[in-house]
């Protein structure tokens, strides 16, 4: 360990005190990481790579002194909210600090709609704050009793509550954010509208975001419900005609090709054996209405629970997005998966995909509101709503799973890279706006270094790159 380091944990340790500083051990090992060994690619290259010190402020003004020191110390730092991450974004790869802010978790307030809170609150938390004034999130991810807002906002893409509000980024529900620049004097810069989106899903690398205001939508009272049938086709029907009925309120439609929902381990006994399955969560005021529709297209009905009101499980969302992922892999570490999009011609895509790689392809779909204006009510058009893929891939080697990326390519497939590191990748593109940012608040590149491969500094390339 360096001198510089030493000394910076020495103020560090004064700052924070001893309890709040952490330099080894298996909390550090922890703290270093996220969900990135959901990748085959990702595991060899992350494995080794941990904080040299994590450090936990509980104030926004022991976030400003912190930074203040690790700038004169031109220490890496990289903010870490839950760790849920599952392309080793909060990982740092050049060591230096791990800035965990889940002890910044107040929720200042749930006023007109919109919620004003830390970074380090957990979304079931403010799902539960907010169901008690009446609302609830638009959107948020399947790990929401652990995953913040500010790593939903720093990481995350969408989830639950997407097919009537699209993602984190759709629309208006980012409200603003402020942030702490890294510099000598840390400032606070606040951002609203098309502004505060110029920083969303960075990765930690444009400063460190102390307060967010997201608005909610108000709240319904849900029931959760899972379809079982032979026939793939007619599940897969009628699932898509119901996520695009504009008239059923819903929160998740999520579709599941045989054996995966035999993986889910808590609500195995009521996955019938060799049957496909597709899970809605709907409006309790017409549950009555959806189950008979599904009774009279032939479906069983195989699951029908209250979502609780304040949150307690089960929640099917448990099984929905990549948490899919996670329980394949509890029951074979051999899957991995990718994340796809599909065209109009999304049918024949999805069932070509199933057709060429038999159980080694394992489909996995949710749909989403790409248009969230147009998904209800009476100007509520079809296409509106569009579905998405996580299939799971039994992996076998590189050379294959490049084949099947190929092949899915070749049908039209959008296929996102979920198995590196790097903002370019699986992220929105670094734009000149998002480069400009970079360039105000941490002008020695020193936030979560090596992810915005775009931002011309990184004075830790030489020494630790690779
Ligand atoms: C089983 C499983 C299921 C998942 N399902 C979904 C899903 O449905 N939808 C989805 O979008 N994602 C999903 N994810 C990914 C992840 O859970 C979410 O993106 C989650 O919101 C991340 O929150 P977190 O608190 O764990 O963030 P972290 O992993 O701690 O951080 C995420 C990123 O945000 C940055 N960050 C964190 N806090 C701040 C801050 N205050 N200021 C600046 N940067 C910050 C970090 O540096 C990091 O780059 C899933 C992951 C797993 C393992």
């Known amino acids: 360990m360096t001198t510089t380091l030493e000394t910076l944990i020495d103020s560090l340790r004064t700052l924070l005190g001893e309890a709040n500083v952490i330099t080894g051990g298996e909390t550090l090992e922890t703290l270093s990481k996220d969900y990135y060994w959901y990748s085959p690619a990702l595991r060899s290259q992350l494995d080794d790579k941990r904080a040299d010190v994590v450090a936990r402020p509980a104030t926004v003004e022991e976030v400003r002194a912190l930074l203040s020191l690790c700038f004169a110390a031109g220490v890496a730092v990289t903010p870490r909210g839950a760790g849920t991450g599952n392309y080793g974004q909060c990982v740092p790869l050049h060591g230096g600090v791990v800035l965990d802010l889940s002890r910044l978790d107040r929720i200042h307030s749930v006023e007109g709609g919109v919620v004003r809170a830390e970074p380090g609150a957990r979304l079931g938390s403010i799902e539960t704050v907010a169901r008690a004034a009446g609302w609830e999130l638009r959107c948020y991810p399947s790990t929401w009793m652990k995953a913040t807002l500010g790593g939903f906002w720093g990481g995350g893409a969408g989830g639950i509550g997407g097919v009537r509000w699209g993602g984190i980024a759709s629309g208006d529900t980012v409200v603003s954010l402020t942030l702490l620049t890294l510099e000598a004097e840390p400032r606070l810069l606040r951002y609203e509208g098309k502004a505060a989106m110029v920083p969303l899903r960075t990765f ?45 309120r819903k929160r998740v439609g999520s579709l599941f090709q045989w054996p995966i929902p035999s993986f889910f381990a808590p609500i195995k006994k009521y996955m019938p054996a060799d049957r496909h399955v597709g899970f809605l969560i709907v409006d309790r005021a017409q549950t009555t209405e959806i189950v008979a529709a599904a009774e009279a297209a032939g479906l069983a009905v195989v699951y029908n629970r209250p979502l609780a009101d304040p949150p307690k499980p089960p929640f099917l969302s448990d099984f929905t997005y990549n948490h899919t992922t996670l329980w394949a892999m509890k029951s074979d570490p051999a899957y991995t998966y990718v994340q796809a999009g599909f065209t109009a011609d999304y049918r024949n895509q999805i069932r070509k995909l199933m057709e060429t790689y038999p159980g080694e392809v394992l489909m996995h779909l949710e749909w989403g509101a790409s248009d969230p204006s147009r998904v209800v009510g009476p100007d509520a058009v079809p296409e509106a709503m569009g579905v998405g893929a996580i299939p799971l891939i039994h992996y076998r080697t590189e050379e294959r799973f490049l084949e099947i990326l190929a092949f899915a390519r070749s049908l039209g497939v959008y296929v996102g890279s979920t198995h590196t590191v790097t903002l370019t990748e699986v992220g929105p593109e670094q734009t000149a706006a998002r480069i400009a940012l970079k360039h105000e608040v941490d002008p020695r590149g020193l936030m979560n270094p090596g992810k915005m491969k775009a931002f011309p500094v990184n004075p830790f390339e030489s020494a630790s790159a690779g």
């Open 204 to 248: 930690g690398t444009t400063g460190v975001v102390v307060e967010l205001e997201m608005r909610l939508a108000p709240k319904i009272d849900y029931d959760q419900l899972a379809f079982a049938a032979a026939d793939w086709d007619l599940l897969f029907a009628w699932m898509d005609a119901a996520l695009r009925n504009g008239s059923w």
